[in-house]
Nanobody, 116 residues
């Protein structure tokens, strides 16, 4: 079965950095695009970044462009989100996402809190 496991979240001060990981299994990871989303308390889940199957094309939400970097290691079936210059408004639960045959799969999420 499809499984997505996020890790790497935590508490960080404004201006700090974190790297999130998403370990995938149950499907052919190297063949599919992957995405990160986030959900702040009381808000809808929003798109953060997307990367194509071989990693050649990436796309970012305007709010994170220039600060976040998405990447993947197809040999390890793992996707990453490098986050820099973090702001309090980046505080959210971050989710890994893949769409397979029209079905959207999500991980359990990892909490990122940006606070002094």
């Amino acid at each position: 079965q499809v499984q997505l496991v996020e890790s790497g979240g935590g508490l960080v001060q404004p201006g700090g950095s974190l790297r999130l990981s998403c370990a995938a299994s149950g499907f052919t990871f190297r063949n599919v695009a992957m995405s990160w989303y986030r959900q702040a308390p009381g808000k809808e889940r929003d798109f953060v970044a997307r990367i194509t199957s071989l990693g050649f094309i990436t796309d970012y939400a305007s709010s994170v462009k220039g600060r976040f970097s998405i990447s993947r290691d197809n040999a390890k079936n793992t996707m990453y989100l490098q986050m820099r210059s973090l702001k309090p408004e980046d505080t959210a639960v971050y989710y890994c996402n893949v769409v397979l045959a029209g079905i959207s799969y999500w991980g359990q999420g990892t909490q990122v809190t940006v606070s002094s």
